[in-house]
């Protein structure tokens, strides 16, 4: 089992930045990799980032890309989610996953970020 703990979320004017925090209970070398998601209102839970632990490979959606910056910190079993040049669309929960190989996953409870003057 992994359990995973969100946080960082918060409300931020448009142009402002947050980082995201998602605690590990297990070493990130022993997962595959981790996500972070997010669900706004009314629509569909869609992928952000992605980044392999081991090798630290990242991707991203086209719509954070170049805003957006995932990383992870082994020795605190942590990943991070730098939002920068956040927008009003940017509102939403942000979910943190990670998967074990083949098909294992888990989710963390989310934590709400809102971008709005």
């Known amino acids: 089992q992994v359990q995973l703990v969100e946080s960082g979320g918060g409300l931020v004017q448009p142009g402002g930045s947050l980082k995201l925090s998602c605690a590990a209970s297990?070493?990130?070398?022993?997962?595959?990799?981790m996500d972070w998601y997010r669900q706004a209102p009314g629509k569909e839970r869609e992928l952000v980032a992605t980044?392999?632990?081991?090798?630290?490979?990242?991707n991203y959606a086209d719509s954070v890309k170049d805003r957006f910056t995932i990383s992870r910190d082994n020795a605190k079993n942590t990943v991070y989610l730098q939002m920068n040049s956040l927008k009003p669309e940017d509102t939403a929960v942000y979910y943190c996953?990670?998967?074990?190989?083949?098909?294992?996953?888990?989710w963390g409870q989310g934590t709400q970020v809102t971008v709005s003057s």
């Open positions: 996953r990670a998967r074990r190989l083949p098909s294992n996953y888990y």
């Open positions: 297990v070493s990130i070398f022993s997962i595959s990799s």
């Open positions: 980044i392999i632990p081991r090798g630290g490979n990242t």
